[in-house]
């Protein structure tokens, strides 16, 4: 069997990679949907697919100026202010800045820093464990910087009773000023599956908001 | 109408967590481009340049295990008689039974623990990886080929045939660990989930750089992984093996990193391998097991290239396979 095998001469053979494949160029299982299908509503933000899409001429400055508040107001609405959403976003723009030569060539790099946030705020609050949830439930009673958002506190309460899918997307549009479109490409799925979920969210909220006990606000 | 007053609430209340965020914006600091940190470990979209990192590792040389381009929870070795640990409810843990079989032990929800096959039910190109849970989700997933299941090793998604294959197990009287205690069971149909609602979570870990690795669950190589040849692989029993898979496909044998091949196990046909094409030769890292009847199982780890999407996306250096060809220096043949 041995002496039948010349793969082992071979195996002394220099081999290398063909210099024409690059990350995610022939392997982009980093964008495989949830069907094994490649995940079209990534390249709005222009990675991983290997293919610069409309690279933003942004500097990393003029991208935390334009967007760090809308970042922080997503975190903020679905977190509650009790919940180190400043450190979730300060965390996610320093990824981004980490990651610049990258994240600064892609077609939408807020998109990929609202996503990043949305992470970051999501496993702080698992990795804290039950205790955190409750918190978190409790966030809206925390204290918040402005009187307006306190007064809203209660509508956000509601939106974190919400399944975590039509909560995100629901912090997304309307504390992110989002467009479909945009939350689209931030969540992975498709505009009709946001719209679905705002959908299904509204409903559920006009419930919550009219619960007894629950105040209709201002 | 009910809608349009929610639309209107909601308007209002984001404008609110903006004018929240703005006021709060002054706490914050434009990251600073001197000091930047080091990254901390390679995150996942890096395949083929694992690829590549994969065969520049010469025969000549004992093979460096190829690193994972994931820093997962290290296995918890199940030693016979003793108790898988419990993980915390939400969670999972990555273990290996007493025969070395992967499996992930779940607690979707207080006290309901399950033992599941860490093997994607989908096998493709004819090989068989292991699977990765990702805490954001709380779903398992071959970052693969996208197969997804729920903590109740449900099917949700992807091109697996089925879920994951259950070991019926029971928990101990301390309620800190549990016990398999019977065979491998059937893995339920697409549309016949075993328990559940299995509720998804809202995070994705398919979000390359973005994703903290101590929020993946997934089965690694050791450290240091023992060199073998085919004759060498145990029967009946899954290790960690550092392999060279080399010749014909029809003709495959195993060889250890030094180039000493056994006469043992033909993989080929298990592998379900094209035999009208040659395998470059290629060292890798995977789970391995000899069936007693000629042949190896192998199992690769989470994304991990394997040997035959090397296949694809390697060339051979022609003037060096022909030094290889004139290259006199015989493998020994281990008697």
């Known amino acids: 069997m041995d002496a039948e095998s010349p793969s082992v001469l071979a195996a002394r053979a220099s081999i290398r990679a063909k210099p024409d494949v690059g990350c ?51 975190v903020l609405a679905l977190r509650g202010p009790g919940v180190d959403a400043e450190d979730v976003v300060q965390e996610a723009f320093v990824r981004a800045l980490v990651r610049w030569d990258r994240v600064g060539a892609m077609a939408r790099p807020d998109l990929w820093v609202q996503r990043v946030a949305l992470n970051l705020a999501n496993s702080r609050l698992r990795r804290l464990g039950a205790e955190a949830r409750a918190v978190g439930r409790l966030a809206g009673r ?4 402005t009187s307006v958002f306190a007064l809203e506190q ?54 919550l908001l009219h619960e007894p006990g629950q105040e209709a606000g201002p | 109408m009910i809608d349009i007053d929610v639309e209107e609430r909601a308007r209002r209340a984001g404008e609110a967590a903006r004018a929240e965020a703005h006021a709060r914006g002054s706490r914050l600091a434009v990251p600073d481009r001197a000091p930047v940190r080091p990254r901390n470990t390679a995150l996942l979209a890096a395949g083929v340049g694992l690829a590549a990192l994969l065969v520049v590792v010469g025969v000549a040389t004992r093979a460096v295990p190829p690193q994972l381009e994931i820093d997962p929870v290290a296995p918890v070795p199940a030693e016979s008689g003793a108790g898988l640990p ?36 989908h096998i493709g190109a004819g090989v068989r990886k292991l699977l990765v849970f990702c805490r954001l989700s709380a779903v398992f997933e071959d970052p693969r080929d996208g197969s997804r299941f729920d903590q109740w090793g449900n099917w949700l998604g992807g091109p697996a045939p089925v879920g994951l294959a259950l070991y019926p197990s029971e928990p101990t009287p301390d309620g800190h660990t549990v016990e398999v205690v ?20 809202g995070g994705t870990c398919q979000l390359d750089e973005g994703t903290e690795v101590s929020e993946w669950v ?3 190589p050791p450290e240091s992984v023992p060199s073998l ?17 080399a010749g014909p496909v029809d003709r495959l044998v195993i060889c250890d990193a030094d180039g000493v091949c056994g006469t043992g196990p033909i993989v080929a046909t298990r592998l379900g391998l094209q035999t009208d094409r040659e395998l470059p030769p290629t060292t890798f890292v995977a789970l391995a097991r000899s069936t007693g009847d000629g042949h190896v199982e192998l199992v690769f780890p989470p994304a991990a290239s394997h040997p035959f999407d090397l296949v694809t996306f390697i060339e051979v250096i022609d003037e060096h396979e022909d030094v290889a060809r004139e290259d006199p220096t015989e493998p020994t043949t281990r008697p």
């Open chain 1, 142 to 145: 925390q204290e918040t910087v």
């Open chain 1, 24 to 74: 995610g160029a022939s392997i982009p299982w980093s964008v495989v949907g949830r069907d094994g299908a490649t995940l079209g509503a990534l390249q709005g933000i222009g990675e991983p697919t290997g293919v610069t899409v409309g690279a933003s001429l942004l500097s990393f400055e003029e991208l935390y100026d334009a967007h760090v508040i809308p970042t922080l107001a997503v």
């Open chain 2, 218 to 220: 997934a089965h690694r």
């Open chain 2, 86 to 121: 419990v993980p915390d409810v939400g969670d999972v843990l990555a273990a290996q039974l007493a025969d070395g079989a992967p499996v992930f032990v779940s607690q979707p929800v207080p006290g309901d623990v399950l033992v599941l096959d860490a093997v994607d039910p």
């Open chain 1, 154 to 207: 209660p509508f956000w309460d509601a939106v974190r009773r919400l399944p975590p899918k039509q909560a995100r997307v629901v912090a997304l549009r309307y504390a992110g000023d989002l467009a479909v479109a945009d939350i689209a490409a931030i969540v992975g799925t498709a505009e009709g599956t946001v719209k679905a979920q705002l959908h299904a969210a509204r409903q559920r909220l006009a419930v």
């Open chain 2, 182 to 201: 019977g065979d491998r069971r059937p893995a339920p149909a697409r549309d016949a989930p075993r328990g559940g609602p299995g509720e998804v979570q």
């Open chain 2, 229 to 245: 040849n085919g004759t060498e692989i145990p029967r009946d029993r899954w290790v960690w093996a550092s392999l060279l898979l």
